[in-house]
């Protein structure tokens, strides 16, 4: 059983940066391939970026060249590093599985206006 709990959101304006930070207990495979995900108010939860066990990254198009994912395997933990942030961007996030998601953390919540 993993458990994730995501840290880092907050209140921030536009063009600002944050950094999220997600740690699991419970055994990560460090070939497992992880993600980030959001989901705004009436949307439904997507994907934003992965990275899997050997650094391979993929991004949304929404926030290419604009988000980073980086994880650290002995730690069990993957951070998001998000610059240059939009109203938009305003979601709970969420780290998880990014194929095959377990249990679901509580996520942070991400506020971008001025």
């Known amino acids: 059983q993993v458990h994730l709990v995501e840290s880092g959101g907050g209140l921030v304006q536009p063009g600002g940066s944050l950094r999220l930070s997600c740690a699991a207990s419970?055994?990560?495979?460090?070939?497992?391939?992880m993600g980030w995900y959001r989901q705004a108010p009436g949307k439904q939860r997507e994907l934003v970026a992965s990275i899997a066990g050997f650094g391979r990254t993929n991004y949304a198009d929404s926030v290419r060249g604009r988000f980073l994912i980086f994880r650290d395997n002995a730690k069990n933990t993957v951070d998001l590093q998000m610059n240059s942030l939009k109203p938009e961007d305003t979601a709970v996030y969420y780290c998880?599985?990014?194929?095959?998601?377990?249990?679901w953390g509580q996520g942070t919540q991400v506020t971008v206006s001025s």
């Open positions: 998880n599985h990014a194929s095959r998601p377990w249990e």
């Open positions: 419970g055994t990560i495979l460090s070939i497992t391939v």
